[in-house]
């Protein structure tokens, strides 16, 4: 299915709204492949998504989905983070949410993918068993596993996953780990886990992690992926949903570097370093999705006073090279580099 992609281009799957259905419609239009995220919405909304996509475009695309953790987070952690971000709530005028530990409507969501036929569907925090992939498959859908080390790359293949998306610790937003723990595996670039993994492993692979342009496409297709996958770099494109504080932020001297943390939702993401992270990432337990749930008004309120401070700024390494542009000139942009470089 990826070899029939005109373009090996993915636009990743960007959750809170980023990765639209215009964007994923305008990317699989140009010849890339479209993602929409399912994370952090309800199925009725994810449903709604598909039906947008399918209205705009007749072209393919892919639907993303968060494998729920264990929740096994500790309470008496999570309550003394709350009452550290009590006061922040307060001055910002608003409360904190209630930290509960979901499963992001996990069956309702795999149930509309199939019933739905999702032509590419991929899953990020974990790997599904493979009953769910042998189902998705025989459904009609490719499933795309996300991963971070040589261990999870062989688990999801052990499943039976048709390919996985290696995620460097370049990339933005939040590690697709298997696993929340605090005990920390080591953490792969892009370049060393493809190799690593393609030492090991005869599935196909897609590269995330600090690509911005052509020739980054160009280098880790010679390293072996069979396509990108971008998410940065298409933050400032103006079908994304990304918000004008956020697109500000992007720009803005005021942000000069971006760290992972899990100061916003306890789980470790990838941002730009603001007020927020500094005085938080030490602090906050690992409880995903609890610390989601917490943080998220004092997140929205902030976006409304148009304060980056306390904003979850998303963003990978590379993040000063995204470009303004509509997805389907990034697109041809992309591609010109990358067949540029593949001619020289
Ligand atoms: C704002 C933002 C939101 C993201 N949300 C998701 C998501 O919902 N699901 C997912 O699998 N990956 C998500 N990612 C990670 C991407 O899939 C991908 O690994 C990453 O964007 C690649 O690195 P790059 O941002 O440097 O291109 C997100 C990334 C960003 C920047």
Redesign the pocket.
């Known amino acids: 299915m990826l070899d029939t992609l005109k373009y090996p281009i993915i636009q990743?799957?960007?959750?809170?709204g980023?990765s639209t259905p215009a964007l994923a419609a305008a990317v699989s239009d140009a010849g890339g492949l479209g993602f929409l995220?399912g994370?952090y919405k309800t199925a009725e909304g994810l449903a709604e998504d598909i039906q947008k996509v399918r209205q705009l475009t007749s072209s393919r695309f892919g639907v993303?989905i968060?494998v729920p953790g264990p929740s096994d987070a500790d309470e008496d952690a999570i309550a003394a983070y709350r009452l550290k971000l009590e006061r922040e709530a307060e001055c910002l005028g608003t409360v904190l949410g209630n930290p509960s530990a979901d499963d992001d409507e996990w069956n309702r969501k795999l149930n509309l993918v199939k019933a739905e036929r999702v032509p590419f569907v991929?899953f990020?925090f974990g790997c599904p068993s493979k009953g769910i992939i042998q189902e998705l498959q025989a459904n009609g859908s490719f499933v795309i596993v996300?991963v971070t080390c040589v261990e999870e790359a062989k688990m999801a293949a052990d499943a039976g996953a048709d390919a996985l998306?290696l995620?460097g610790i370049?990339?933005?937003?939040?590690r697709?780990t298997f696993s929340n723990g605090t005990d920390l595996q080591e953490e792969y670039g892009l370049l060393v886990l493809l190799r690593l993994v393609k030492q090991e492993l005869g599935i196909p692979l897609i590269a995330?992690?600090?690509?911005?342009d052509g020739r980054a496409i160009a280098a880790v297709i010679a390293a072996g992926a069979c396509a990108a996958?971008?998410?940065?770099?298409f933050?400032l494109c103006p079908e994304s949903g990304t918000n004008p504080v956020y697109r500000e932020a992007l720009a803005s001297p005021r942000f000069t570097s971006t760290r992972i943390t899990r100061a916003f939702t306890g789980r470790r993401a990838r941002g730009l370093v603001n007020d927020f992270m500094e005085a938080y990432d030490k602090e906050a337990p690992a409880a995903y999705p609890q610390l989601h749930h917490m943080t998220q008004g004092l997140r929205k309120t902030a976006a409304q006073n148009g304060n980056p401070e306390y904003m979850s700024l998303?963003?990978?390494?590379?993040y000063r090279l995204a470009q303004p542009l509509p997805a389907g000139e990034l697109i041809r942009n992309l591609t010109a580099q990358l067949l540029e470089q593949n001619r020289e």
């Open positions: 990743a799957p960007m959750a809170g980023i995220a994370g993303n968060f991929s990020t996300t998306c995620q370049e990339a933005g937003g939040h697709g995330a992690g600090g690509i911005m996958q971008l998410g940065t770099a933050l998303w963003a990978g390494q590379g």
